[in-house]
Structure formats: C-alpha cells, structure tokens
C-alpha cells in the first residue's frame, strides 16, 4: 500500500518590527520550530514605532510585508505589538491569499480567555499599542465580565535597549510603573512588547508571583506552530537559513542583537527607505 506522504512548505517564515527587539519572538520561533528558515526585518530606520501614527505604522508594516513577500515567505508574523494593533488588518488586506499573517496580539487574547477563575488584566505596553485599546475590545469581546487595566510604559523599551535590566534602576522603573492603582489587583499581566521578556522575571518577583504573567513570545510562537501544523505548512529542512535584516544598520545594534536573540547574530542591511 503506498503511503501518503505528510505535505511540508520549505519556504521562510517572515518576522518583522519596529527594530530588534522582536527578536525575542523570533528566538521563541526558532525554538519552537527549528526546522524552519526565518527572515527577520527591523526597521531600525523608524525606530520606535511606540509614538508614530496608525497611518505611518500602516505603510511601513505594508513595504516590509512586500520585501518579505519577494523573498517568498510562506507566512508573515507581525513581532511588533504596536504594529500589531495598528497594521494587522492593513497587512492581511495587503497579503491576500499570498501568505499566512499572524499578529502578536489574538494569540495571547485567545490564551487569556482559555484561563479560568480570571478577574481583572493588565496589559503594559508602548503608548500607541495602549491607546489602540486592542486588548480591552478583544478580551471583552470574548468576554465581557473581564475587568481590564492597560498602561503606557514608555520607558521600558528604551531601557531594556540600553541592557537596564536585572539591577536597580530597571527595578525602580518597573516598580514605580507596577504600583500604579490600576495594575494593584490584578490576576494577569500581558507584556504587550517585543522588550518585555527581559523584564519577565523581575516583574513576577515585584508581584511575589502572585500574578500570572504571559510573554507573548511563546504564546505567539505556539500558535505559529499550530497554525502550520493544522494547514500542513510545516517545513522539514534539516538545515535551516536565517537571515536577519535592518533598514539602517549600525553596529550598535548588531551588539545588541545578543540581548534579544540569545546570541550575537549578523545583521544585513536593506535600505528599503532609501
Ligand atoms: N516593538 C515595539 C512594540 O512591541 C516596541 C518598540 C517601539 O516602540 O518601536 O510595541
């Protein structure tokens, strides 16, 4: 009897953000799916994307999509969360059919409303993806009784850029935020930012890990998965290539890379602006 063979997609997935940090969701990819072949953009050139408007945030995420397009990747994952709450319907109207689009923000949604016995969310992030509002609409869309608390962090990203985390400046930064009213009762924290994974731990001891505390990164890389998995896009390259791209590139932000990835990795530059 002839057996069928399971049906694979050797293309590269395409993440894209603001700059590096989403390499954070990109290392959590790689993780969860070390078969495949990733194509990184940052667009270093109109860093940060936290204080730009939709309109701006819209036109960048459609020419990356379009330089990730040409480069035939299979599936484009919005890293950026700011973009994600901006640019994700643009970007899925742009892509049609060409691609799968996965933002950061329905996965963790879809998580927060899978857990039980939740009252009150907090979600922290840059001050555009908190004024969007996305996850209060979403998470009460899912379900109303949901108290949720959002707050604008701006400093954070900055600072963790900088390699302020794990000491006492970062810890007092975060403190002064995380003591605010809002963010007291909370059950849930959402890090609504590609930087806050660093900051992870030191957040759950501020709250003596009495607060569940989701890093979007996983939670977005597991639904990457899943999703290839069920439309049977899974690649099984035994070597994959990555490359990793920026729109201005410096090498202090190839130094930086290290933080947010795990390791150093090289950076091309393509001046798609220019
Ligand atoms: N990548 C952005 C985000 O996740 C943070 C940095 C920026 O403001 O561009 O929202």
Redesign the pocket.
């Known amino acids: 009897m002839q057996r069928i063979q399971p049906m694979k997609d050797n293309r590269p997935i395409g993440i894209f953000?603001?700059?590096i940090?989403?390499l954070t969701v990109a290392h959590a990819i790689h993780q969860a799916l070390p078969n495949e072949s990733l194509i990184y953009f940052g667009d270093t050139a109109h860093?940060?994307?936290?204080?730009?408007s939709a309109d701006s945030i819209k036109y960048y995420s459609m020419r990356i999509s379009q330089f990730l397009l040409q480069k035939k990747c299979k599936a484009l994952v919005i890293?950026?969360?700011?973009?994600?709450?901006m640019a994700f319907e643009t970007v899925k109207d742009f892509v049609g059919k060409q691609a799968l689009v996965i933002n950061?923000i329905d996965p963790v949604v879809a998580e927060v409303l899978s857990k039980k016995k939740l009252e009150h969310i907090g979600v922290i992030?840059?001050k555009?993806?908190i004024k969007s509002d996305i996850y209060a609409k979403k998470i009460k869309q899912g379900n109303p009784a949901l108290h949720v608390s959002s707050l604008a962090t701006?400093l954070l990203?900055p600072m963790i850029e900088e390699g302020f985390f794990n000491n006492k400046i970062s810890r007092t930064v975060i403190d002064s935020y995380l003591s605010r009213p809002k963010l007291k009762k909370i059950d849930l924290l959402i890090l609504?930012?590609?930087?806050y994974p660093l900051i992870k731990k030191e957040i759950e001891s501020i709250y003596h890990k009495e607060v569940d505390v989701i890093n979007s990164a996983e939670t977005v890389a597991m639904a990457l998965k899943n999703q290839l998995k069920r439309k049977k896009m899974l690649a099984d390259t035994k070597k994959p290539s990555h490359q990793f791209y920026v729109s201005d590139f410096t090498t202090s932000f190839e130094k930086t890379t290290a933080l947010f990835f795990g390791s150093r990795i090289h950076l091309e530059e393509a001046a798609i602006w220019k």
């Open positions: 953000d603001s700059g940090g989403g860093l940060p994307y936290g204080d730009k890293a950026c969360n700011t973009a994600s709450a950061v992030g840059t555009g993806t701006p990203a609504a930012c590609t930087h």
